[in-house]
T-cell receptor, first 109, second 116 residues
C-alpha cells in the first residue's frame, strides 16, 4: 500500500532551525514534493526532489534518500509566518501525488 | 509565475442548488488540472484529474454525475456541484500542472462551500 508518516505537530522558536521528517512507501516513485499550507488556505509549492541529496532554496532545504524512503524539510531562521502545516507528498509510478495529513508547525516567540 | 486563480472564494447557498467553481491558470498552459476537497484538519482528497479536451478521471467513490468537471481549454477548468446538499459542504481546491508530469501542481486559493 501507499503510506506517508510525518509527525502530527512540532513546536519551534522564532529564529531557530527545525527539521520535519517524512518516511513514505509508494507504488513506484517519481519524486517527492513539499508544500506549505496555512490554516484555511490552499497549499503552496516549496520544493521537489527526485534525486538523492539536498536541495537548498533560501531558508528552506529539502533532502531525499530514495533507498530509505525518507525525506526531510529543513527550515532555518524561523519566522512567525512559518507557522503552517507542511505536507510531504511523494509521487507514485503514475506521477500521482500521495497526500498525508502533514505536520503542523507552531512557531513561538 | 505559475499563478492559478479560483473563484468564487466563498459560496453559501440553499440545499438543492447547483454551484459552479472556476479554476484558471493565468500565466501558463495547464495540461492537467486537479480537483480536491479537504475537510477540517484532514488531508487533501483528490476528487478527479482532467486533461484539456478529454473527460475527467474520477477517483473511486466520487460521483461523476454529482461533480461535473469540464476542462474546455488549457487555461480553464470548472467543477459543478449539482443539487448540493449539506454533506457537500467542504473546502474545494483546484490545482494546475503545465508541461511534464514531474512539474509541480500549483494551487488556486480554494472555494469554501457551505450548503444550508
Amino acid at each position: 500500500g501507499q503510506n506517508i508518516d510525518q509527525p502530527t505537530e512540532m513546536t519551534a522558536t522564532e529564529g531557530a532551525i527545525v527539521q520535519i521528517n517524512c518516511t513514505y512507501q509508494t507504488s513506484g516513485f517519481n519524486g517527492l514534493f513539499w508544500y506549505q499550507q496555512h490554516a484555511g488556505e490552499a497549499p503552496t509549492f516549496l520544493s521537489y526532489n527526485v534525486l538523492d541529496g539536498l536541495e537548498e532554496k533560501g531558508r528552506f532545504s529539502s533532502f531525499l534518500s530514495r533507498s530509505k524512503g525518507y525525506s526531510y524539510l529543513l527550515l532555518k531562521e524561523l519566522q512567525m509566518k512559518d507557522s503552517a502545516s507542511y505536507l510531504c507528498a511523494p509521487t507514485d509510478s503514475n506521477y500521482q501525488l500521495i497526500w498525508g495529513a502533514g505536520t503542523k508547525l507552531i512557531i513561538k516567540p | 509565475g505559475a499563478v492559478v486563480s479560483q473563484h468564487p472564494s466563498w459560496v453559501i447557498c440553499k440545499s438543492g442548488t447547483s454551484v459552479k467553481i472556476e479554476c484558471r491558470s493565468l500565466d501558463f498552459q495547464a495540461t492537467t488540472m486537479f480537483w480536491y476537497r479537504q475537510f477540517p484538519k484532514q488531508s487533501l482528497m483528490l476528487m478527479a484529474t482532467s486533461n484539456e479536451g478529454s473527460k475527467a478521471t474520477y477517483e473511486q467513490g466520487v460521483e461523476k454525475d454529482k461533480f461535473l468537471i469540464n476542462h474546455a481549454s488549457l487555461t480553464l477548468s470548472t467543477l459543478t456541484v449539482t443539487s448540493a446538499h449539506p454533506e457537500d459542504s467542504s473546502f474545494y481546491i483546484c490545482s494546475a500542472r503545465g508541461g511534464e508530469e514531474y512539474q509541480p501542481q500549483h494551487f488556486g486559493d480554494g472555494t469554501r462551500l457551505s450548503i444550508l
